[in-house]
């Protein structure tokens, strides 16, 4: 059975967004509202929260059409951990 992209989109404000709970694959992320914070948005390989290995870094201060391709193996799950006043991004994976 083929593994087709789908996405989840990420809002803006200090939190995690649990994109995919299981095994998976970072593919795209694309900025949908310019972020203003400070630091950078992580995206984590972990089911539930903001720990162990980093897979991507995105700068908190983007522009809107800003496009990252990562193409990153998560082997347990895949988390994005934005910052206060951050980007909304729309995020695809397998």
Not at 14 to 39: C, F, M, S, Y
């Amino acid at each position: 059975m083929p593994m087709f992209d789908q996405t989840v989109s990420v809002p803006t404000g200090a939190g995690n967004t649990v994109i995919k709970p299981r095994a998976g694959q970072l593919r795209n992320v694309l900025v949908t509202a310019a972020g203003t914070g400070a630091g950078q948005v992580n995206v984590y390989d972990n089911a539930t929260t903001n720990s162990g290995t980093v897979i991507a870094s995105i700068p908190a201060t983007v522009s809107v059409g800003t496009w990252y391709t990562f193409l990153m193996p998560a082997a347990l799950g895949i988390t994005v951990a934005n910052v206060a006043n951050g980007p909304v991004m729309t995020v695809s994976y397998q």
